[in-house]
Nanobody, 116 residues
């Protein structure tokens, strides 16, 4: 069964940190680029970060550069998003995603709330 399962979200104060995880199953994980997206209430889903299959290449949205880091462990079939310096505007549901031949697969999402 092809599946993505996110975890690690929660409530954090401004300036705090969280580490999101996304466990993949059902496909050859190391051969696919992986993506983190987010969707805030009333807004469209937006790309946050991407990482190549071997982890050598990463890309970030301008609004997270210098604060977030995407990484992966192909042995564990897991992709991570380390989020530092969190701001209230980072509040959103964060989704792990992979684009495969039969379309884009999404996880169920994990809520991140940044508030004092």
């Amino acid at each position: 069964q092809v599946q993505l399962v996110e975890s690690g979200g929660g409530l954090v104060q401004p300036g705090g940190s969280l580490r999101l995880s996304c466990a993949a199953s059902g496909f050859t994980f190391s051969t696919y680029a992986m993506h983190w997206y987010r969707q805030a209430p009333g807004k469209e889903r937006e790309l946050v970060a991407a990482i190549s299959g071997n982890g050598d290449s990463t890309n970030y949205a301008d609004f997270v550069k210098g604060r977030f880091t995407i990484s992966r462990d192909n042995a564990k079939k897991t992709v991570y998003l380390q989020m530092n310096g969190l701001k209230p505007e980072d509040t959103a549901v964060y989704y792990c995603s992979v684009y495969r031949a039969n379309g884009r697969l999404w996880g169920q999402g994990t809520q991140v709330t940044v508030s004092s």
